[in-house]
């Protein structure tokens, strides 16, 4: 049984943040949109956390101590402080067609696939990585507001507001879009 003061050991680090680090590349290429980025973020979180992991407190959130780190590293970089990210689509993920697929329903899930990226793309940092992690990562609330730092009422409000908006950004770019419809 951990006494909650005392630090926990290397070992342990180990075996709670492994299990993390696809969904911590995930999210960190969904910020960054660039591969190599993510790459350097993620190991970045790793070796912070790694350094700080004696001060993390036995009996919290550890994934969303993980994503704060992760997050506050994205945001004191050069690429979380832009407003806008460009969208980068080399390295998509290959997807296997169902077998009722045509290639007309499969261009037009590309299609939508990179409508919604575009408008991701387009939503500043704050209403980009809420939706990231309640959409993609499914955090819950408590985990969201445990990330971010802020209440749970704002991870709701703000939550609210970035799928209006990426519902308007989404609206715009079907109306007279380039797809046309």
């Known amino acids: 049984m951990e006494v909650p003061d005392r630090p926990l050991p290397a070992a342990t680090f180990e075996e709670l943040a ?3 680090f696809d969904q911590l ?3 960190a290429r969904w910020l960054t949109h660039d591969s190599a980025e993510a ?3 993620v190991q970045e979180t790793f070796t912070k956390a790694l350094r700080g992991f004696s001060s993390f407190q036995a009996g919290t959130n550890f994934r969303a101590w993980m994503y704060r780190i992760l997050r506050n590293s994205f945001l ?3 690429t979380g402080l832009k ?3 460009p969208l980068d689509g080399e390295n998509d993920d290959i997807v296997l067609p169902a077998e009722t697929s045509t290639p007309e329903s ?3 899930e590309q299609a939508d696939r990179d409508t919604v990226q575009q408008a991701l793309a387009e939503l500043p940092v704050p209403f980009r990585e ?3 992690l309640c959409e993609v990562e499914e955090m819950s609330y408590q985990e969201i507001s445990e990330t971010l730092v802020i209440p749970i009422g704002t991870v ?6 970035a799928r209006k908006r990426l519902r308007d950004l989404l609206r715009k770019s079907s109306n007279g879009g380039r797809h046309g419809m």
Do not use: A, H, K, Q
């Open 39 to 41: 790459e350097d973020l």
């Open 83 to 85: 407003t806008t990210v």
């Open 156 to 161: 709701m409000s703000r939550l609210s507001r």
């Open 76 to 78: 004191s970089s050069r």
């Open 130 to 132: 809420i939706l990231l």
């Open 18 to 20: 492994m299990p993390l």
């Open 25 to 27: 590349y995930n999210f």
């Open 106 to 108: 499969m261009l037009l």
